[in-house]
């Protein structure tokens, strides 16, 4: 018979879902940003990345106070995430409405980052370990700011584009 977990061996079960998610995103962005076709979108699939390796070194620093290991687990929906934006880089869109989907993808992203972010820190602070839960806070807000971040490219410029060229092709 296996060994009953506890709330503990629950909150390292989702930072090592999280370690994954943040591993694969790794991987992830540079094809996001080879993609992209607005520099500026480009730059923040870039500077994402950079922001992501800084949240797997965190991660890694939090199982080394817990005295965890980082691995032994995969997350699941990061690897459909992923899959969803490899698609829309696929689909055959013309450029800028391309750009509008790699946005939406990135952003569902980001909203599942956020989502286990937010409740590993509620895990954290549940457990009383005010440390981990503003590492936690710190990384929940970097993935907040790249959220808003990509809202405002989509509205700024690229959903512009993409309707124009669409009443392009409307209006002939």
């Known amino acids: 018979m296996s060994e009953t977990k506890d709330f503990r061996n629950l909150l390292v079960d989702q930072l090592r879902d999280l370690y994954s998610a943040e591993t694969q995103l790794i991987k992830?962005?540079?094809?996001?940003a080879e993609a992209a076709t607005l520099p500026a979108l480009k730059a923040a699939f870039l500077g994402h990345l950079k922001e992501t390796k800084g949240h797997q070194v965190r991660l890694e620093e939090l199982f080394e106070t817990l005295d965890e290991k980082p691995t032994g687990k995969t997350c699941a929906?990061?690897?459909?995430?992923?899959?969803?934006?490899?698609?829309?880089?696929?689909?055959?869109?013309?450029?800028?409405?391309?750009?509008?989907?790699?946005?939406?993808?990135a952003q569902r992203v980001e909203h599942y980052e956020m989502a286990a972010y937010g409740t590993v820190r509620a895990f954290a602070l549940q457990l009383n370990?005010?440390?981990?839960?503003?590492?936690?806070?710190?990384?929940?807000?970097?993935?907040?700011?790249?959220?808003?971040?990509?809202?405002?490219?989509?509205r700024s410029a690229v959903n512009e584009q993409a309707c124009?060229?669409?009443n392009q092709l409307v209006n002939g």
């Open 28 to 32: 992830a962005l540079p094809k996001m």
């Open 77 to 105: 929906a990061m690897k459909g995430l992923i899959s969803e934006g490899d698609e829309v880089a696929k689909e055959g869109y013309s450029l800028p409405v391309r750009d509008a989907g790699l946005i939406a993808a």
């Open 129 to 154: 370990d005010k440390s981990m839960a503003a590492k936690l806070q710190l990384t929940l807000k970097e993935e907040s700011d790249a959220d808003k971040k990509l809202t405002l490219l989509a």
């Open 164 to 166: 124009e060229e669409q």
